[in-house]
């Protein structure tokens, strides 16, 4: 079975500065990595994804993530972060079929202007 | 426009009730998927359905009873509702090979 760990409920940031959100993952089978965003009110949208080849991806809205596989994590990084980034970041896993996908219990970004 | 779609949007409803979410999709999905999220933010799936036909049933009391008519719907129907059951509900969907999912907005669900 796989599990999805997000350590930071919530983070606080200033508008322009750069962000991390952590994520880390347990899992005795190779998985597929990814990051979902929920703005107030609205369902989830996919970030980026992580399947194979280059172990950085980019997403939209300027983010990027991490695949660590020694440390079995997948952060995710905004070098400079704006106000309507605020928003709930999940991080999620699959097995290698996307019959089931584990998502983590959020972290909540807000942006301070 | 909208992609995934549900409704209702909230559902405020008394213990012992029963209630139907429905869920609608425009994109010509061929799976769709319950997810329920609680109050703690932990969203976990519910069903998995492909081309009408129930792929996951995770652990679910039977109370939840998952009703797809075709595949673009897939609705939610709860007997007895308990007071646990109060959370978000979220569909989705996703195209083959069903590693991207489309969120629907949610139903905000209390049960008093």
């Known amino acids: 079975a796989q599990s999805v760990t997000q350590l930071d409920s919530q983070v606080p940031v200033f508008e322009e500065a750069p962000v991390e959100l952590r994520c880390n993952y347990s899992s005795s089978v190779s998985v597929y990595l990814f990051w979902y965003v929920q703005y107030p009110n609205q369902g989830l949208q996919l970030l980026l994804k992580y399947l194979s080849g280059s172990t950085l991806v980019k997403g939209i809205n300027g983010f990027e993530a991490e695949f660590n596989k020694s440390q079995t994590s997948f952060h995710l990084r905004k070098p400079s972060v704006h106000i309507s980034d605020t928003a709930e970041y999940f991080c999620?896993?699959?097995?290698?079929?996307?019959?089931?996908?584990?998502f983590g219990s959020g972290t909540k970004l807000n942006v301070k202007p | 426009d909208t992609a995934v779609s549900q409704t209702p949007k909230y559902l405020v409803t008394q213990m012992g009730n029963d209630k139907s979410i429905k869920c609608e999709q425009n994109?010509?999905?061929?799976?769709m998927y319950w997810y329920k999220q609680d109050s703690k933010k932990f969203l976990k799936i519910m069903f998995s359905?492909?081309?009408?036909?129930?792929?996951i049933n995770e652990t679910v009391p039977n109370r939840f009873s998952p009703k797809s008519p075709d595949k673009a719907h897939l609705n939610l129907h709860i007997n007895s509702l308990e007071l646990g059951d109060s959370a978000v509900y979220f569909c989705?969907?996703?195209?083959?090979?069903?590693?991207?999912?489309?969120f629907g907005p949610g139903t905000r669900l209390l049960v008093l």
């Open positions: 989705a969907s996703s195209p083959p090979p069903q590693e991207t999912q489309y």
């Open positions: 999620a896993v699959s097995d290698r079929n996307f019959n089931k996908f584990y």
């Open positions: 359905y492909n081309n009408k036909e129930l792929i």
């Open positions: 994109l010509g999905h061929d799976t």
